[in-house]
C-alpha cells in the first residue's frame, strides 16, 4: 500500500504525461462523507485490452516492463477502504481516473501533500496545461494555467516570483478548502 493519496496522484499524474497528454485536469473532492480524487486528461488513453486490465498488476503498457502497480495500488487503497474506483477512455482518447473513499474510514490513507505532489509537476511540464479544483462542503478553489500563462505573456511558471504566487496561491486554495498540508 502507498503511504497517502498524494503518492497515488503523483501516480495518475506521471500517467498523464506518459501518454502524452496537452491538458490534465486534477480533483480533490469532499463530496459529502466520501474524499474523491481524480485525474482526467487528453492523452492517448487505454486500448480496450488495457482498460479491461488496468487493475491487473501484471500488465503494463511501459515498453520493458513485466509489471505495472499505480492503478492496482489506488484500486487496492479505494477497495480496502470501502470505496469505489473508475476508470473511463472514450475511444476517441482520454482517461478519466478517479477514487472515491470514505471520509471517516479507518483504512483510508492521509491526503498528504497536494501542493507539493502538483505544483513542481506543473512548473516541469512546458506545454501542458492543468487545471487543479479543490472542493470541500460549500468552499470551491481552482487553478487554471491556461488564464495564468495568458496573464504571463512570455514569463515562464519557473520564474521564482511565478512560482512563489503559484504556491502561495495553492496554500489559500487548500486554507479555503480544508485540505491541509501534512507537517
Keep these: 500500500m502507498i503511504g497517502d493519496l498524494c503518492m ?3 501516480d495518475l499524474l506521471q500517467n498523464s504525461l506518459r501518454a502524452g497528454a496537452r491538458h490534465i ?3 480533490i473532492e469532499r463530496r459529502g462523507d466520501c474524499l474523491v480524487l481524480w485525474v482526467a486528461d487528453d492523452g492517448s488513453g487505454f486500448s480496450e485490452d488495457g482498460h479491461q486490465r488496468a487493475c491487473d498488476p501484471f500488465y503494463t503498457s ?6 505495472g502497480l499505480g492503478l492496482p495500488l489506488l484500486c487496492q487503497t479505494a477497495e480496502q477502504a470501502g470505496g469505489e474506483f473508475s476508470l473511463r477512455s472514450p475511444e476517441e482518447g482520454g482517461t478519466r481516473v478517479e477514487a472515491r473513499l470514505p471520509w471517516d474510514h479507518p483504512d483510508r ?3 498528504g501533500d497536494p501542493l507539493g505532489t502538483v505544483l513542481p509537476l506543473i512548473a516541469t511540464s512546458p506545454g501542458v496545461e492543468f487545471v487543479v479544483r479543490l472542493r470541500h462542503d460549500h468552499a470551491a478553489w481552482e487553478l487554471d494555467t491556461r488564464e495564468i500563462r495568458a496573464a504571463l505573456g512570455d514569463v515562464p ?3 521564482g516570483e511565478v512560482f512563489t504566487f503559484l504556491e502561495e496561491e495553492f496554500r489559500e486554495g487548500l486554507k479555503l478548502t480544508g485540505f491541509k ?3
Design 109 to 111: 490513507p492521509p491526503l
Design 25 to 27: 485536469e486534477v480533483g
Design 8 to 10: 497515488h496522484l503523483a
Design 62 to 67: 511501459k515498453p520493458g516492463r513485466q509489471v
Design 181 to 183: 498540508e501534512d507537517e
Design 157 to 159: 511558471l519557473t520564474h
